[in-house]
């Protein structure tokens, strides 16, 4: 496994895998490529930004939406059914992400919906294998609750069977228990507009000819619309009561507050707009609220909604093979920093490199120095964070800001002197905020501290997804990348908490679970660097582990893969198709020991990226990001004690996967890089 001394210069120019010789010019030549790519990509205003794949329930709920609000003739509708149409799978189902095992009920029943709200006949193959599908595998009942919602907005599915989301949530303060503030950010964004459409409970019926008859074959009068109670103590039973007397209450001709707590819920929505028309930045919260705000009587030439529906035509949609797909969400700043960050790594600086000089400008005026909804939790600190999206200003990511420091700290004497102080001052922000959002058992989240409260996975409505947002090792491992940059080491009060917080999380076999990047690849790699950053000794046996681990794990061929699977299945950690992303981070994780005894991995993961290198770039159509594991508490579980009360196998039926399409691009510019300078050294 590892490399003597003897064996260094052989491990360092060549590889016995697919015969070729991963020379210094090789090398140079396919980082010049990717440079040259780069140039190619770049937006006018300066970034840079990849399509955000998902799953077609973005494509589906978007149909139904336009239903819905009553949207007639809109000019998508032809090329974002065929993106439906197109992403079938042979068997008839849809699925969560690229090749899963299986496909997945919920997807598959809001497609199915959509093609026949849109005229789509049962009779017609598509539908025909869907339904197929579906009852095969259980049929309605086996949804999960926010389809149900969707089925009930069109009038197949009674309302009265669906979790209540109440509006008077919006009424608790942050010092009161189950206050809105509790939820992630992306949970309430979206639970403030589903709250007025829960308590409205609105019916857009489908047209007779076009309703979902065949997919109650024993009749509606008989089918069991219940909502399925899997959990038994204390909680679950407490939170079950409670959801059969809101349901009471919500049928009572006198509710006192309620009116008054829709009022606010709508001001929240309001407020909480982007300037681009979304919500939030993401998928969820801008759909639902557009009908929310339509249910509560606002027009569709309302400014409000209008600039919500427009949002669609713009950067939020792209063509591929003329089909019209619908973003999640988009990642222009994420995109931009690590390209930016890929670049450095390859040698590259505006003077050498000139784009880099407006994406350094357009980064530079992204950052965010309003309060946005963390500071109703974190008080008497100045916002300096940058988000993950181009216009969302409320919800800056901790770790795009991470990323945004390390970056800019390396730009700083690098740009032209009329940007340094700028530079200061924005890193200056960056670093109180970052330290203030530390949550107190030493890591990060995304965008809240201490967004841990697991009591609220229990409620019923909390059946997707996640609702929390707690800290997590892959995130920490940035913090502690930005915080070396600048200079800090273990004797740094918050440096210290968020090493042992990483060491308390690392697995038995020596790696670390990534909850926002798949997975365990993820989360080693990006640990290992942040550990060395701030002068973790990367000899000690926990490093070594690690590293031995990703060794074990590397394929005859050279490269690293990981299957969204493993989320739910142990035994496939670190195994599946090989990735340039997945090669590039567990290159980077080894790169970050130091070590030379890891050279020839290190050596054969360069030629696997070499090789696959086509017209500068990479090709990945696997997904690697993580949006939601499922697991619902927002962090890494025990699966062999927990899995059983998740309603999710291998498919991740109540996961959300990504494929970022530069991720493909600019991590292997970063370990080409890195890779360089290492096996040169």
Request: proline residues 7%.
């Amino acid at each position: 496994m590892a490399k003597t001394t003897e064996n260094r210069h052989t491990a360092a120019t060549e590889t016995s895998i697919g015969g070729q010789v991963a020379s210094p010019e090789r090398l140079r030549t396919a980082i010049t490529q990717a440079m040259d790519w780069l140039v190619g990509e770049q937006e006018p205003e300066g970034f840079w930004v990849g399509m955000l794949e998902s799953n077609c329930c973005m494509e589906a709920q978007w149909i139904l939406a336009m239903h819905f609000l009553g949207v007639k003739a809109d000019p998508k509708v032809t090329g974002v059914l065929r993106a439906i149409l197109r992403e079938q799978r042979p068997d008839g189902s849809w699925e969560v992400y690229h090749q899963a095992p299986m496909g997945d009920i919920n997807t598959t029943v809001e497609c199915y919906a959509a093609l026949r709200c849109s005229g789509y006949r049962p009779d017609e193959e598509p539908l025909k294998k869907a339904r197929d599908w579906i009852l095969a595998h259980g049929g309605l009942k086996k949804t999960r609750n926010f389809t149900r919602i969707w089925l009930a907005l069109i009038g197949e599915w009674p309302w009265a069977f669906t979790p209540v989301v109440p509006p008077e949530l919006i009424l608790p303060p942050t010092w009161m228990p189950f206050n809105l503030y509790w939820f992630a950010s992306w949970a309430r964004a979206t639970i403030v507009p589903l709250a007025i459409v829960s308590a409205r409970r609105p019916v857009r019926p489908l047209p007779p000819d076009r309703r979902l008859d065949e997919l109650f074959p024993g009749g509606r009068e008989r089918f069991d619309y219940s909502i399925p109670r899997n959990k038994t103590g204390f909680w679950p039973t407490f939170f079950w009561i409670n959801e059969r007397i809101l349901h009471a209450y919500g049928s009572l001709p006198w509710k006192p507050g309620r009116e008054a707590s829709i009022k606010l819920c709508l001001e929240w929505i309001i407020r909480h707009q982007d300037a681009d028309g979304a919500w939030g930045g993401i998928q969820p919260p801008w759909i639902y609220s557009l009908m929310a705000l339509h249910t509560e009587g606002y027009p569709l030439d309302h400014a409000v909604i209008r600039n919500g529906l427009d949002a669609w035509n713009h950067h939020w949609s792209y063509e591929r093979g003329g089909a019209t797909y619908l973003q999640a969400s988009e990642s222009p700043i994420w995109d931009t920093l690590l390209t930016l960050q890929g670049l450095l790594d390859c040698g590259a600086t505006p003077d050498t490199f000139p784009p880099m000089l407006p994406a350094l400008e357009w980064i530079l005026q992204k950052q965010i120095l309003v309060k946005g909804d963390w500071a109703m939790t974190v008080k008497g600190v100045e916002c300096g964070g940058w988000a993950f999206e181009r216009a969302n200003t409320l919800y800056p990511d901790l770790d795009d800001t991470a990323v945004a420091i390390t970056v800019l700290v390396q730009l700083r004497d690098l740009a032209p002197a009329a940007f340094r102080q700028r530079i200061d001052c924005a890193i200056r922000r960056a670093e109180t905020w970052v330290r203030a959002m530390q949550s107190s058992n030493g890591g990060w989240g995304a965008f809240d501290k201490d967004n841990n409260k697991w009591l609220l996975t229990r409620i019923p409505f909390c059946d997707f997804g996640e609702v929390l947002d707690p800290p997590s090792a892959d995130l920490t491992g940035h913090k502690l990348e930005a915080l070396g940059l600048l200079g800090y080491d273990q004797r740094d009060p918050a440096v210290e908490k968020a090493v042992r917080y990483i060491l308390s999380e690392q697995e038995p076999d020596g790696s670390w679970f990534g909850r926002w990047g798949v997975n365990y690849i993820y989360g080693t790699g990006l640990v290992l660097p942040g550990l060395r950053a701030v002068g973790f000794d990367m000899n000690d046996p926990r490093i070594r582990k690690a590293a031995d681990w990703l060794v074990s794990k590397q394929s005859a061929d050279g490269g690293w893969g990981e299957s969204c699977a493993s989320y739910m299945d142990e035994s496939l950690r670190a195994a599946g198709p090989n990735t340039p992303s997945q090669t590039a981070w567990a290159l980077l994780g080894l790169l970050a020991t130091g070590s030379h005894d890891y050279d020839t991995a290190i050596a054969r993961g360069v030629d696997w990226l070499l090789r696959h290198q086509h017209n500068g770039t990479w090709d990945e159509p696997h997904y690697v990001g993580c949006g939601f594991p499922g697991y619902g508490i927002g962090e890494r579980i025990d699966l062999k004690k927990d899995t059983a009360r998740l309603a999710q196998g291998r498919e991740l039926a109540r996961g959300f996967m990504i494929n970022y399409n530069l991720y493909r691009h600019y991590f292997p510019m970063q370990a080409l890089g890195r890779a360089r300078r290492h096996l040169q050294s």
